[in-house]
RNA sequence: GGGGAGAUACUCAAGCGGCCAACGAGGACGGACUGUAACUCCGUUGACUACGUCUUCGCAGGUUCGAAUCCUGCUCUCCCCA
């Protein structure tokens, strides 16, 4: 058995556990679970580090437990900052867990006769038919209000500086979340609960809860929550969560997340999303800090998670297509590709279309800037652009007097905007 | 309920009768540099049929040759006292 504990130590994946889960673990097959929230039917990779945890969990030879949500889900945790979350209906609840199930399984191993394949549970499966009157009743007298309200999460809430009250709804959600650790204790012999340090006052009220009822004994593993060294939250582009669902995240721009990380970032990320071992990462360390240019670390994670999440196909594109966005390519480079390479490389660059007229009329940079299209806010601004040398055409700089005609197209049907170095707009002509 | 202060562009914040499309800072964007980075430097940051014209300074009126600036009313915000 493989030391678990050991293993998130190095990786920096460890903020906190209870006394004694080492030895516990040690013993023989254990079953954690981690909590994921159904409210979509993709992860994104904030969820990464505690699927993470499972994954490793599994590779000590461990039982990892993923549970949905469906019914915490309803009720929002008060210890982020969100208010309260919408109901969802049981079709679209069922339909994000087999999603997420997908996404889990690129991470886990759902399907083998092992021992210790994991496990899918909804604790909407076990809350739907539970009374009110039966839940205060059955778990609710175990647990003391006095005990609740000394959390931080709910204390952080009823304090005067709070501007915000916190509804029933939400003081319960720690005594909801407290009875999942007690129902899979019971039933699916879950001893450990893991999740964000964020989480340890919730998973304690579990371990409680399983101590007052039954006199057993649970326990709990935190991870660090991950932070960005320039402070803005990780896990967040411009464009939004970078999710692990290729329909709402590009591959490519799944893959440029990573490649974008800082070096002090990336030798943390190393670390907790790949699986590496110890020896290798430390190489690479020493690697990347003889040619930092390079960004080796970077180009590792940002493989091995792509790899994992989206396969080798849709990383070898996002490499294409990196290189073309960033690469010294040229309009001869760009045409050469074929459109559905194209394509892909652009895929989710705003586009509008232009008529086949205006291009072999030759259509002046004003116009496919702006008169014509909305990449930029005003023919002003098109006209500023123009001026500070900031407007390509399929990667070549154009001034203000440029005419697109029909030489410029690509595959005979787009024309490549370029504003700066990273903004891009696809002119599709029909 | 009484008294006071204020509302200016993405944000903060000057301006207090013509020299105001509105100082300055931050942010954002672009250029040079670079590692698709950081730092630094430079530029842009209301619109347009663009050396000119038009629309902006909480909202609606008014005074004036002329208002972001003065007056009246309204809406909202903050502070102090009950």
Known sequence: MKNFIKELQWRGMLHDSMPTTEEHLMERMRSAYVGFDPTSDSLHIGNLVPIMLLAHFQRCGHRPIALV?????????????????????????????????????????????????????????????????????????????NYMMAKDSVKNRISSESKEGMSFTEFTYQLVQGYDFLHLYQNNNASIQMGGSDQWGNITTGTEL???????????????????????????????????????????????????????????????????DKETIDALIVEHKEVPHLRLLQ?????????????TAAYENAIKASNILFGKSTASDLKSLDEQTFL?????????????????????????????????????????????????????????????????????KYVLLQRGKKTYYLLVVA
Request: hydrophobic share 35%; aromatic share 10%; net charge negative.
């Open 69 to 145: 949500g469906g019914a915490t889900g309803m009720i929002g945790d008060p210890s982020g900052k969100s208010s309260e979350r919408n109901l969802l209906d049981e079709n679209t609840l069922r339909y994000n867990q087999e999603a997420i199930k997908g996404q889990l399984s690129h991470f886990l191993d759902f399907t083998s006769d092992a021992a210790n394949a994991a496990v899918l549970v909804n604790n909407y499966d076990w809350m739907k038919d539970f009374s009110f009157l039966e839940f205060i009743r059955d778990v609710g007298k175990h647990i003391s209000v």
């Open 210 to 276: 399983i101590r007052r009822v039954g006199g057993g004994k649970g326990y709990a593993i935190t991870c660090p929550l991950i932070t960005k060294s320039d402070g803005t939250k990780f896990g967040k582009s411009e464009g939004g969560n970078v999710w692990l669902d290729a329909k709402r995240t590009s591959p490519y721009k799944f893959y440029q997340y990573w490649l974008n990380a800082s070096d002090e970032d990336a030798e943390n990320y190393i670390k907790i999303f790949t699986f590496l």
């Open 299 to 311: 180009k590792k994670i940002g493989e091995e998670v792509t790899l994992l999440v989206h396969g």
């Open 344 to 412: 892909d490389v652009f895929d989710g660059v705003p586009q509008s279309t232009v008529a086949l007229s205006e291009v072999e009329n030759g259509l002046d940079m004003i116009g496919a800037l702006a008169a014509k299209t909305n990449f930029l806010a005003s023919n002003g601004e098109a006209r500023r652009a123009l001026k500070e040398n900031a407007i390509s055409v399929n990667k070549e700089k154009v001034k203000e007097d440029f005419t697109i005609s029909k030489e410029d197209l690509i595959a005979n």
